[in-house]
């Protein structure tokens, strides 16, 4: 029989509306949004949201699960990881596919193994460490063939992951020519490694010394040296984990300028700041490590005003959770701390706090920033974001006047610490429905390994609209070229 829902009562919120009605549930996709829904069967499931916000469930566009990285592997795997994501009201992620030995379909392959133990839908980003012709044709089979619009380019980690501005080049060309969305993570990976090297050399060896040794000036100019050569290329950019003011106020100027740039800021960097890698403790200060850092306070309200004003469109976590005896690799050295904070459980209800409970934001851009503008972005909209008739039946039922509680006893992730820990707010995520299921209610999570479903991507973006015939692009403000006639004497 049909698995039937009934969500009565409550405000439905899209990024565009809101109003009181009812939801109805067949199958896993929404069938009737409207007031007053009467369904004549006893099989269906009601559930009674009056007073609460019906909105879609979040999608997070930004994690690393089960990734092999810094010589050891992120202890959320696709089954974990997402049950943690559910039960904070996210839906769906998308996450990077690491290439293997520099291949793309090796990675590819292995993120397809890794990902069977899904419970939650799920989409591939993918990273372009090496370039050659067997990559180029590569990325065409991963947008033609595998869903996978979107690419990301690492300026930093030197001599593993980072590129050079002639591979940012050719990847970028590549990307415009697919109509696939470039992403770079945007630090000077030259001026972090000197960095680096200038603390050892002054014995500051510590996890305060990952913060010394790649400041805000070095994520300012790999966002600035990306957005330029996006618009050299005249294709769209996407700037993952923006974390500083330095890097944010590039993305507004080039928005001003009306290029095609869009910057996604993650929950660490809108509601920490960097006190936590001077704590005494090793595991309490190691635990804040991530690329690019944790800034000192003020550029977390920055980046929260940037997103009210709309200078950045979304907000994702860079979930990649190492344990304490993982992160203990760098107790010598901060360099060999593996690099990742948590967030996939902790976005939705920490968003709420910080900016719809502090009255910085409307319901409405709650649900564009945490759901409808990833969908819209990466090529999943209405399918995804919306609670339309038609659209998944990936939805959360939020109640504004209880609170949530944060902490590594109680969250759902397999991480031994969590960097939000003790955080307390309003607006707590009572129903998840994923998929048409309920799975989380009254505290308790019902997941299925498997359950979840791999969403293709396909290839064009609204990004790209028009984009070489935009006025002011570079390409339209060249002047001809000059036809030159032999000079006779
Ligand atoms: O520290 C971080 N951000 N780890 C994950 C890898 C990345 O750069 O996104
Ligand atoms: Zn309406
Ligand atoms: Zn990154
Ligand atoms: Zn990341």
Same mark, same amino acid.
């Given at each position: 029989?049909?698995?039937?829902?009934?969500?009565?009562?409550?405000? !439905?919120?899209?990024?565009?509306?809101?109003?009181?009605?009812? !939801?109805?549930?067949?199958?896993?996709?929404?069938?009737?949004?409207?007031?007053?829904?009467?369904?004549? %069967? %006893?099989? !269906?499931?009601?559930?009674? /949201?009056?007073?609460?916000?019906?909105?879609? &469930?979040?999608?997070?566009?930004?994690?690393?699960?089960?990734? %092999?990285?810094?010589?050891?592997?992120?202890?959320?795997?696709?089954?974990?990881?997402?049950?943690?994501?559910?039960?904070? =009201?996210?839906?769906?992620?998308?996450?990077?596919?690491?290439?293997?030995?520099?291949?793309?379909?090796?990675?590819?392959? #292995?993120?397809?193994?890794?990902?069977?133990?899904?419970?939650?839908?799920?989409?591939?980003?993918?990273?372009?460490?090496?370039?050659?012709?067997?990559? +180029?044709?590569?990325?065409?089979?991963?947008?033609?063939?595998?869903?996978?619009?979107?690419?990301?380019?690492?300026?930093?980690?030197? =001599?593993?992951?980072?590129?050079?501005?002639?591979?940012?080049?050719?990847?970028?060309?590549?990307?415009?020519?697919?109509?696939?969305?470039?992403?770079?993570? /945007?630090?000077?990976?030259?001026?972090?490694?000197?960095?680096?090297?200038?603390?050892?050399?002054? &014995?500051?060896?510590?996890?305060?010394?990952?913060?010394?040794?790649?400041?805000?000036?070095?994520?300012?100019? =790999?966002?600035?040296?990306?957005?330029?050569? #996006?618009?050299?290329?005249?294709?769209?950019?996407?700037?993952?984990?923006?974390?500083?003011?330095? /890097?944010?106020?590039?993305?507004?100027?080039?928005?001003?300028?009306?290029?095609?740039?869009?910057?996604?800021?993650?929950?660490?960097?809108?509601?920490?700041?960097?006190?936590?890698?001077?704590?005494?403790?090793? !595991?309490?200060?190691?635990?804040?490590?991530?690329?690019?850092?944790?800034?000192?306070?003020?550029?977390?309200?920055?980046?929260?005003?940037?997103?009210?004003?709309?200078?950045?469109?979304?907000?994702?976590?860079?979930?990649?959770?190492?344990?304490?005896?993982?992160?203990?690799? =760098?107790?010598?050295?901060?360099?060999?701390?593996?690099? &990742?904070?948590?967030?996939?459980?902790?976005?939705?209800?920490?968003?709420?706090?910080?900016?719809?409970?502090?009255?910085?934001?409307?319901?409405?851009?709650?649900?564009?920033?945490?759901?409808?503008?990833?969908?819209?972005?990466?090529?999943?909209?209405?399918?995804?974001?919306?609670?339309?008739?038609?659209?998944?039946?990936?939805?959360?039922?939020?109640?504004?006047?209880?609170?949530?509680?944060?902490?590594?006893?109680?969250?759902?992730?397999?991480?031994?610490?969590?960097?939000?820990?003790?955080?307390? &707010?309003?607006?707590?995520?009572?129903?998840?429905?994923?998929?048409?299921?309920?799975?989380?209610?009254?505290?308790?999570?019902?997941?299925?390994?498997?359950?979840?479903?791999?969403?293709?991507?396909?290839?064009?973006?609204?990004?790209?609209?028009?984009?070489?015939? +935009?006025?002011?692009?570079?390409?339209?403000?060249?002047?001809?070229?000059?036809?030159?006639?032999?000079?006779?004497?």
């Amino acid at each position: 029989s049909l698995r039937k829902i009934l969500i009565k009562g409550g405000t !439905v919120v899209n990024a565009h509306h809101q109003e009181v009605a009812d !939801v109805y549930v067949e199958d896993g996709i929404i069938v009737a949004v409207k007031p007053n829904i009467r369904v004549g %069967d %006893d099989d !269906v499931t009601v559930i009674d /949201a009056t007073g609460k916000f019906v909105m879609p &469930g979040g999608v997070d566009p930004h994690t690393h699960l089960a990734m %092999d990285f810094m010589g050891t592997r992120t202890i959320d795997d696709f089954f974990s990881g997402q049950a943690a994501a559910l039960a904070g =009201g996210t839906t769906m992620h998308i996450d990077f596919v690491i290439p293997v030995n520099g291949s793309l379909s090796a990675g590819y392959e #292995a993120y397809v193994e890794k990902a069977k133990l899904s419970c939650m839908d799920y989409g591939f980003h993918m990273a372009v460490t090496k370039w050659d012709e067997i990559v +180029a044709r590569e990325m065409e089979i991963m947008v033609k063939e595998k869903g996978i619009n979107s690419f990301k380019f690492f300026l930093a980690y030197k =001599g593993a992951l980072m590129i050079s501005d002639e591979l940012l080049l050719d990847g970028l060309k590549k990307c415009k020519s697919l109509g696939a969305l470039a992403m770079v993570h /945007a630090e000077n990976g030259d001026a972090v490694f000197e960095g680096q090297k200038r603390m050892i050399e002054l &014995g500051i060896t510590g996890p305060e010394g990952h913060a010394l040794s790649r400041p805000p000036l070095l994520e300012g100019e =790999g966002t600035a040296r990306a957005i330029r050569l #996006a618009g050299f290329v005249n294709t769209p950019l996407y700037i993952v984990h923006v974390m500083s003011i330095d /890097a944010m106020e590039e993305i507004a100027r080039a928005r001003k300028a009306g290029q095609r740039v869009v910057g996604e800021p993650v929950v660490s960097g809108l509601v920490l700041d960097d006190s936590g890698l001077w704590d005494p403790d090793f !595991v309490t200060a190691a635990k804040f490590v991530m690329s690019p850092p944790i800034r000192a306070s003020g550029h977390g309200k920055a980046l929260q005003a940037a997103l009210s004003a709309g200078v950045l469109q979304l907000v994702g976590t860079d979930h990649c959770v190492f344990n304490s005896t993982q992160k203990a690799m =760098g107790i010598d050295d901060f360099r060999k701390i593996p690099n &990742g904070v948590n967030g996939i459980e902790e976005r939705m209800h920490l968003v709420w706090d910080t900016l719809v409970e502090s009255g910085q934001i409307s319901v409405t851009d709650y649900v564009r920033l945490t759901s409808t503008e990833c969908a819209r972005i990466f090529n999943m909209y209405p399918r995804k974001g919306a609670i339309l008739v038609g659209s998944d039946a990936d939805i959360i039922i939020l109640n504004p006047n209880s609170s949530f509680e944060i902490s590594a006893s109680s969250h759902h992730s397999r991480l031994d610490t969590n960097v939000f820990e003790g955080r307390r &707010g309003k607006g707590k995520v009572e129903v998840t429905i994923a998929g048409g299921r309920i799975v989380w209610e009254n505290d308790k999570l019902k997941v299925v390994p498997g359950s979840g479903k791999y969403i293709e991507r396909p290839p064009y973006n609204y990004l790209f609209d028009g984009i070489d015939k +935009a006025e002011g692009n570079y390409l339209n403000s060249l002047r001809a070229p000059v036809k030159r006639y032999k000079a006779t004497t």
